[in-house]
């Protein structure tokens, strides 16, 4: 059967908007998400039909049931509500009212986004059997990440799949990607402390020079993914922080330096920190200084299910034409959506916002970052349909083979 749903998406899009401009305003950071999961809870309450819980403190879920007859199976359909501990410099009406915080990274429109589909959705039960389950995730953006808590809350019991969405600055509105495999990049941390012996900087042979060991350690890191890596397997290793010193005339003690590491295959997650350890222990060793490695595992990379991210790939075709493909290479940076993905099969795809003559270019986590608003409208239709095919009575292949 077809179903024309783009009445219904039609008439959700204002209040989507609405919505989406709202929580821009009224910005929480991870873990602290009490008024955002509030507000998403009261807009629920509103739509008939659905049944509400509050898996953890600063999450919400809604539990949908079709009416159409047949072999009843659960989807899952996820979106994040946190925002970034970053000074908004946009200027628009709609800017956060709460200094210090910002929905950088679209957060806020990925909340919107899946109350407009709830909205749609709960109009359309005759036409889809079985359950959706619309996961409103606290914290995707701290590690250990507002996922595994959801997971533990028993929000994936009985779940078939799993599909979630960002809306990408870096893809331009009107294009969408769908990556097999790979998608995202695992996250870990790392936290160097380089222990050397301070004195005089007039007097550098007197002391263990703590800055220049660093200096070598920087150096050398890089060499762990230009020569110890292979070149097919794609890896990160970035020092993003150096702490020491207090003076110009003395050299430190001590110096501190963090960065993160990024991966997509386990070995060779494991390798860096093996190589990393190697590293740091010969040249502080061959300068007679000391140290200390402490590496913080972070989410494990987006692994897309094949079958599913070809099943909503094809849904996207079908909506919007061949055209609306854009090929996208898989991101170094981290989604805790994986945590969904080590149990049940998931895909997470990219629905482009860019736009570059209205001068949204920023790239995710910058202070200027936006989105092209119209792009709210593709990412909840993707949800729409995608639910209504999986579950509805448009049959899609679900297998491994074509």
């Not at 990274?105 to 749609?120: F, P, S």
């Not at 790939?313 to 493909?325: D, F, K, V």
């Given at each position: 059967?077809?179903?024309?749903?783009?009445?219904?998406?039609?008439?959700?899009?204002?209040?989507?908007?609405?919505?989406?401009?709202?929580?821009?305003?009224?910005?929480?950071?991870?873990?602290?998400?009490?008024?955002?999961?509030?507000?998403?809870?009261?807009?629920?309450?509103?739509?008939?039909?659905?049944?509400?819980?509050?898996?953890?403190?600063?999450?919400?879920?809604?539990?949908?049931?079709?009416?159409?007859?047949?072999?009843?199976?659960?989807?899952?359909?996820?979106?994040?509500?946190?925002?970034?501990?970053?000074?908004?410099?946009?200027?628009?009406?709609?800017?956060?009212?709460?200094?210090?915080?910002?929905?950088?990274?679209?957060?806020?429109?990925?909340?919107?986004?899946?109350?407009?589909?709830?909205?749609?959705?709960?109009?359309?039960?005759?036409?889809?059997?079985?359950?959706?389950?619309?996961?409103?995730?606290?914290?995707?953006?701290?590690?250990?990440?507002?996922?595994?808590?959801?997971?533990?809350?028993?929000?994936?019991?009985?779940?078939?799949?799993?599909?979630?969405?960002?809306?990408?600055?870096?893809?331009?509105?009107?294009?969408?990607?769908?990556?097999?495999?790979?998608?995202?990049?695992?996250?870990?941390?790392?936290?160097?402390?380089?222990?050397?012996?301070?004195?005089?900087?007039?007097?550098?042979?007197?002391?263990?020079?703590?800055?220049?060991?660093?200096?070598q350690v920087i150096t050398n890191l890089q060499h762990i993914v230009a020569r110890n890596t292979s070149a097919f397997d794609q890896a990160v290793v970035s020092v993003t922080q150096i702490n020491g010193g207090t003076a110009n005339n003395v050299i430190p003690?001590?110096?501190?330096?963090?960065?993160?590491?990024?991966?997509?295959?386990?070995?060779?997650?494991?390798?860096?920190?093996?190589?990393?350890?190697?590293?740091?222990?010969?040249?502080?060793?061959?300068?007679?200084?000391?140290?200390?490695?402490?590496?913080?595992?972070?989410?494990?990379?987006?692994?897309?299910?094949?079958?599913?991210?070809?099943?909503?790939?094809?849904?996207?075709?079908?909506?919007?034409?061949?055209?609306?493909?854009?090929?996208?290479?898989?991101?170094?940076?981290?989604?805790?959506?994986?945590?969904?993905?080590?149990?049940?099969?998931?895909?997470?795809?990219?629905?482009?916002?860019?736009?570059?003559?209205?001068?949204?270019?920023?790239?995710?986590?910058?202070?200027?970052?936006?989105?092209?608003?119209?792009?709210?409208?593709?990412?909840?239709?993707?949800?729409?349909?995608?639910?209504?095919?999986?579950?509805?009575?448009?049959?899609?292949?679900?297998?491994?083979t074509d």
């Amino acid at each position: 059967m077809t179903i024309d749903v783009r009445p219904l998406l039609d008439s959700v899009q204002d209040e989507v908007v609405a919505w989406r401009r709202y929580l821009h305003q009224h910005p929480e950071l991870s873990f602290q998400e009490v008024k955002t999961a509030a507000y998403v809870y009261e807009a629920l309450s509103s739509i008939e039909g659905l049944e509400l819980s509050r898996p953890t403190r600063t999450s919400v879920m809604a539990r949908l049931t079709g009416e159409l007859p047949g072999v009843p199976k659960v989807l899952a359909v996820r979106a994040d509500m946190d925002a970034l501990p970053i000074q908004e410099q946009n200027e628009f009406e709609f800017v956060s009212r709460t200094d210090g915080v910002m929905h950088a990274c679209g957060h806020d429109a990925h909340t919107a986004v899946l109350l407009g589909a709830v909205k749609v959705l709960a109009q359309l039960t005759a036409h889809f059997c079985g359950e959706i389950r619309f996961l409103f995730q606290h914290a995707e953006e701290v590690p250990p990440g507002g996922a595994r808590e959801m997971i533990a809350a028993g929000v994936l019991d009985g779940v078939d799949w799993i599909i979630g969405a960002h809306l990408w600055s870096h893809l331009a509105l009107g294009k969408m990607a769908f990556i097999e495999g790979p998608a995202m990049a695992a996250t870990d941390s790392f936290r160097i402390v380089v222990k050397g012996k301070g004195g005089h900087a007039a007097s550098p042979h007197r002391t263990i020079d703590s800055i220049a060991i660093a200096a070598q350690v920087i150096t050398n890191l890089q060499h762990i993914v230009a020569r110890n890596t292979s070149a097919f397997d794609q890896a990160v290793v970035s020092v993003t922080q150096i702490n020491g010193g207090t003076a110009n005339n003395v050299i430190p003690d001590a110096v501190e330096l963090g960065g993160t590491i990024r991966t997509f295959v386990p070995d060779v997650r494991e390798q860096i920190v093996r190589r990393m350890e190697t590293v740091v222990g010969g040249i502080t060793q061959a300068h007679e200084a000391e140290y200390e490695l402490t590496v913080q595992p972070g989410y494990q990379a987006v692994m897309n299910d094949p079958a599913l991210i070809r099943a909503l790939r094809q849904i996207a075709i079908e909506a919007y034409g061949a055209g609306c493909i854009e090929p996208l290479n898989p991101s170094m940076g981290g989604e805790d959506f994986s945590a969904y993905q080590t149990v049940i099969p998931g895909a997470y795809f990219f629905v482009g916002a860019g736009n570059a003559e209205q001068g949204i270019v920023y790239p995710h986590h910058h202070p200027r970052f936006t989105i092209d608003e119209q792009a709210m409208a593709t990412q909840t239709s993707m949800f729409v349909r995608a639910a209504l095919t999986l579950l509805g009575s448009s049959h899609v292949n679900l297998s491994d083979t074509d």
